[in-house]
Every structure is written in structure tokens, then in C-alpha cells.
């Protein structure tokens, strides 16, 4: 059974910094890219980062120049380096993987807060 554990949210001020981490247990098969959503209260979740098996990253227009998405596909794991962080970054993010055939793959979330 596929589990994806997040680690790295927590509160910081503005202009701060943090480091998400999501790591697979299980086995996945064929990974086709692996990404970080977010989910702000009374929003809809939306993408913020992906980078695909190749190494070919694509990011929300909001956070391009800030954050920065790698990953270790050797342990299966996806990092979100986020500078610069604003109070509308404040949201849920939660770490999804995408294999073949189409699976998706979620994680329970870690709660980012940018406050002063």
C-alpha cells in the first residue's frame, strides 16, 4: 500500500522560509511526475508546483522566482523549497504522485501559516 508522508509546514514570518518534504513508502511502479497542491480556506486546491520523472518542473505563476521543486526519485521523495513567503501562501499543502496506469496519489497535508 502507497502512503505519502509530508513534513516541513509550520508558522513563519513573512519573508521566511521553508522546506516541504514528501516522502513514498511502497512501491510505485512507473511515476510520471510529482507535485505539490495547496488548499487555502474557502478556495479550491490548486497546483503550485510538479516535476516529472524527466526532470522538467512547471509552477504556479504566484510562486515562480520562490520556490523550487526537486526531487530524489532513488527514495521517492519530492521537496518544496519556498522563499520568500507571503501571507497568501498560508494554506494546506498536500504532496501528490501520478503513475501509470493513471493512479494519483495524495498526501494528508502540512499546514503552512506565513503570519507576522
Known amino acids: 500500500q502507497v502512503q505519502l508522508v509530508e513534513s516541513g509546514g509550520g508558522l513563519v514570518q513573512p519573508g521566511g522560509t521553508l522546506r516541504l518534504s514528501c516522502a513514498a513508502s511502497?512501491?510505485?511502479?512507473?511515476?510520471?511526475?510529482m507535485g505539490w497542491y495547496r488548499q487555502a480556506p474557502g478556495k479550491q486546491r490548486e497546483l503550485v508546483a510538479r516535476?516529472?520523472?524527466?526532470?522538467?518542473?512547471n509552477y504556479a505563476d504566484s510562486v515562480k522566482g520562490r520556490f523550487t521543486i526537486s526531487a530524489d526519485s532513488a527514495k521517492n521523495t519530492v521537496y518544496l523549497q519556498m522563499n520568500s513567503l507571503k501571507p497568501e501562501d498560508t494554506a494546506v499543502y498536500y504532496c501528490?504522485?501520478?503513475?501509470?496506469?493513471?493512479?494519483?496519489?495524495w498526501g494528508q497535508g502540512t499546514q503552512v501559516t506565513v503570519s507576522s
Open positions: 501528490n504522485v501520478r503513475s501509470r496506469p493513471i493512479t494519483n496519489y
Open positions: 511502497g512501491r510505485i511502479a512507473d511515476i510520471v511526475d
Open positions: 516535476i516529472t520523472s524527466g526532470g522538467s518542473t
